[in-house]
């Protein structure tokens, strides 16, 4: 298995455009995880999903975020508008019930 | 509140010698216990996890965790140290009954030469 894939690797962009990062968790998962990783906060959980429904949202920091799992094999991140304080490293994170995760590579966001 | 405490932010260790890297938790009932390294500009790698059985839980690159569970300690130990182990290392636990991992704030472990 190639583990868990994310795209893109490096995003840069300007505030108030809408970004979008991509997942493809490892074959097999049934929970995925979005994580979001900065010097100040250190990693924090955004949102994760079981069996594609998301279980629990609280740590979407605010409305401009959102995520989906449209299928066992998918999920995106959305920022729409983004803002330069959304720069960060977002992981993505697949398991197995009881589990540890697997974490993907990360994409490095930086907003302008 | 459950917590995942790593006392140190640093530790360094020369080349050769054991290393510890501390974990304290608190947490109800009895959780699953992890650890993960996180290399510069990668995402984080599983190392090892404790579920239930021997304290002694052997992973990856030499490394173990001893449980204790009158302690609520997992501290992460290896008897040699490498340059190469020079890394970030977190501490994270996942309650019974829960389907999140609350993790550490992670302790940098710095192997000098």
């Known amino acids: 298995d190639a583990g868990v894939i994310q795209s893109p690797r490096h995003e840069v962009t300007e505030m108030g455009q809408e970004v979008t990062l991509r997942c493809k968790p490892i074959?097999?998962?049934?929970?995925l995880f979005w994580y979001r990783q900065t010097m100040m906060r250190g990693l924090e959980l955004l949102i994760y999903?079981?069996?594609?429904?998301?279980?629990?949202d609280s740590g979407m920091p605010e409305d401009r975020f959102s995520a989906k799992m449209p299928n066992a094999s998918f999920s995106t991140l959305k920022i729409q508008p983004s803002e330069p304080r959304d720069s960060a490293v977002y992981f993505c994170?697949?398991?197995?019930?009881?589990?540890?995760?697997?974490f993907g590579p990360g994409t490095r966001l930086t907003v302008l | 509140a459950q917590s995942v405490a790593q006392p140190e932010d640093q530790v360094n260790v020369a080349e050769g010698n054991p290393l510890t890297v501390k974990c304290t938790y608190s947490?109800?009932?009895?959780?699953?216990l992890f650890w993960y390294v996180q290399y510069p500009n990668r995402g984080l790698q599983f190392l090892l996890k404790?579920?239930?059985?021997?304290?002694l839980v052997k992973g990856s690159y030499g490394f173990e965790a001893e449980f204790n569970k009158s302690q609520t300690s997992f501290h992460l130990k290896k008897p040699s140290a490498l340059v190469s182990d020079s890394a970030l290392y977190f501490c994270?636990?996942?309650?019974?009954?829960?389907?999140?991992?609350?993790f550490g704030k992670g302790t940098r472990l710095h192997i000098l030469p």
């Open positions: 947490v109800s009932g009895n959780p699953y």
């Open positions: 994270a636990v996942r309650p019974l009954r829960d389907d999140k991992i609350i």
């Open positions: 999903f079981n069996n594609n429904v998301p279980i629990d």
């Open positions: 404790y579920i239930t059985g021997d304290n």
């Open positions: 994170a697949s398991s197995y019930t009881s589990g540890g995760e697997y």
């Open positions: 074959s097999g998962h049934d929970y």
